[in-house]
């Protein structure tokens, strides 16, 4: 389906960005990893990718809080392949605490990398879209795009300003080949929230699975975690040719947590 194009998916060392940048590679499209990581493990993941799917890889290491290095990965990837087909802006990070107590620190973090990266991604994948009339912007929000959770001001303050911008870069290219959307995935068992279980466990006496299932219980009707791969399915519907006219959603995949 995507032969011949190229996906750039932030954060893809690991957890939803690699199971979608996955997706992306097993469709034909060549990919650009960015993310965090052991520099061999890297390699190693982009050497699978390569063989598996018989696609071209590149990656880029720039810290998603960076402009500059925002801007230096773009060029790297026109530079690479021409430019970039499908932009996945999923790079994310959560931190835990009341409003009061929430480390400004964390708050400038939180809002530069969930937030800020994609609109500097965007800006600067725009033009080359437009000229080619043809382009996918998806941003990873959250349920947390969509309602709230007590402790998590910036995630949530983040995720509602990524579905914001996400309606906004859809209508402004409301004609023609460009679209944006957004996907909100509930619990995902990644690195992300296993850190969140972990917390749960010492916090409470409870054992990884009790801890899990605890989590789950609270928020996730379902009772069973969304995994990257039915994500990864969602991302290559909404950049396909039956989906160019979803433009500007926020797209739940939640085990039915946004019903209740
Ligand atoms: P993860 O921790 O497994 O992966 C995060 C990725 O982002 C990693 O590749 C990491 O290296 C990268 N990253 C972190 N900071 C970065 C920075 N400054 N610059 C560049 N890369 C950086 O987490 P995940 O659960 O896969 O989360 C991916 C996205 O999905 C995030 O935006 C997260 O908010 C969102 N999300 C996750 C869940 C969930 O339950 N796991 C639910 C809803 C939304």
Redesign the pocket.
């Known amino acids: 389906m995507h032969q011949g194009k190229t996906a750039l998916v932030?954060?893809?060392?690991?957890?939803?960005?690699l199971g979608i940048a996955r997706k992306f590679a097993e469709q034909g499209a060549n990919i650009v990893f960015?993310?965090?990581?052991d520099a061999g493990e890297i390699e190693a993941l982009q050497t699978q990718v390569r063989s598996e799917f018989g696609v071209q890889t590149a990656y880029h290491g720039?810290?998603?809080?960076k402009p500059a290095e925002i801007e230096a990965m773009m060029r790297f990837a026109a530079e690479k392949f021409g430019g970039v087909d499908i932009l996945v802006n999923?790079?994310?990070?959560?931190h835990v605490a009341n409003v009061e107590d929430f480390p400004v620190e964390k708050w400038d973090a939180i809002i530069a990398?969930?937030l800020s990266s994609a609109f500097h991604t965007t800006r600067l994948a725009l033009p080359a879209m437009k000229a080619k009339n043809w382009g996918r912007i998806l941003n990873?929000a959250?349920?947390h795009g969509l309602v709230g959770s007590a402790q998590k001001s910036a995630y949530v303050a983040a995720k509602h300003g990524i579905v914001g911008l996400t309606k906004v870069t859809a209508l402004e290219n409301a004609q023609g080949g460009v679209t944006c959307n957004a996907i909100c995935?509930?619990?995902?068992l990644?690195?992300?929230?296993q850190k969140q279980v972990d917390a749960r466990a010492a916090q409470q006496s409870l054992s990884n699975d009790e801890a899990k299932k605890a989590l789950l219980s609270e928020k996730q009707p379902s009772g069973d975690f969304v995994t990257p791969e039915q994500l990864g399915e969602l991302a290559l519907f909404l950049c396909s040719d039956a989906a160019s006219q979803v433009r500007g959603v926020a797209w739940n995949m939640d085990g039915g947590w946004v019903a209740q």
């Open positions: 932030t954060g893809s060392t690991s957890g939803i960005g960015n993310g965090f990581g720039a810290d998603m809080s999923n790079a994310g990070i959560q990398i969930n990873i959250s349920v995935p509930g619990w995902v990644t690195p992300l929230v």
